[in-house]
């Protein structure tokens, strides 16, 4: 889990989603602004996608268990989940957060 200095607040969230770049997969969509010497993250996941609050957070903390490792410093980034990920394994997850994160940098 990320500490709280390493998660994006609301208002933070709001700026990356109006001001921030678009790129996405089949599995995810990430809107991105460069920032000095920071890294700062939220992942959100819509009743639309998975409709148990369980699975969601389930499905969210298995994410930024990824990301984690993967996340380039001197971004703020909103991570969004486009389809169910329940029946996708953690290598095929990690995957495409890597082909994600190579566009972004």
Known sequence: MFRTKE???STLVTKVLKKGTLIGSGTFRVRYLPVKGERRVAVVISKKTI????????ERRRTLHLLKELLPIGYHMVVMINRNTQDLSQADLK???VDLMTKVT
Do not use: D, H, P, Y
């Open 7 to 9: 998660r994006l607040s």
């Open 51 to 58: 409709k148990g609050r369980v699975q969601r957070n389930r």
């Open 95 to 97: 995957q495409s957060l």
